[in-house]
Nanobody, 124 residues
Framework: QVQLVESGGGSVQSGGSLRLSCVAS????????MGWFRQAPGKEREGVAS???????RYAESVKGRFTISQDKDKRTLYLQMSSLKPEDTAMYYC??????????????????WGQGTQVTVSS
């Protein structure tokens, strides 16, 4: 069982930045895919960014060039640096882990473990 705890959400104005963190209860650097997903009210959950083996990354088109996913393997922590935030980025953001995964992907149905989420609100 993997426990994931997110933090770092908050309220910012359009154009601002936030960094989300997700601490895992186990080492997830080498054999897991880690991902950030988000769900806005009335919308389906969507993949935002994923990373595997610490270097393979994948991003949703809507966040490319604005968001960066990274890992600190020693701290068992996943990050999502979000810049140039837009009101449409407003959502609950979730961290997720998929064991035995070596290629980053944004398919939420393939992720096994999920955090509780952290709210991001971007005002115009």
């Amino acid at each position: 069982q993997v426990q994931l705890v997110e933090s770092g959400g908050g309220s910012v104005q359009s154009g601002g930045s936030l960094r989300l963190s997700c601490v895992a209860s186990v080492y997830t650097y080498s054999d897991y895919c880690m991902g950030w997903f988000r769900q806005a009210p009335g919308k389906e959950r969507e993949g935002v960014a994923s990373i595997s083996s610490g270097v393979i990354t994948r991003y949703a088109e809507s966040v490319k060039g604005r968001f960066t996913i990274s890992q600190d393997k020693d701290k068992r922590t996943l990050y999502l640096q979000m810049s140039s935030l837009k009101p449409e980025d407003t959502a609950m953001y979730y961290c997720a882990a998929r064991p035995s995964c070596f290629f980053a992907n944004l398919d939420d149905s393939r992720y096994t473990y999920w955090g509780q989420g952290t709210q991001v609100t971007v005002s115009s």
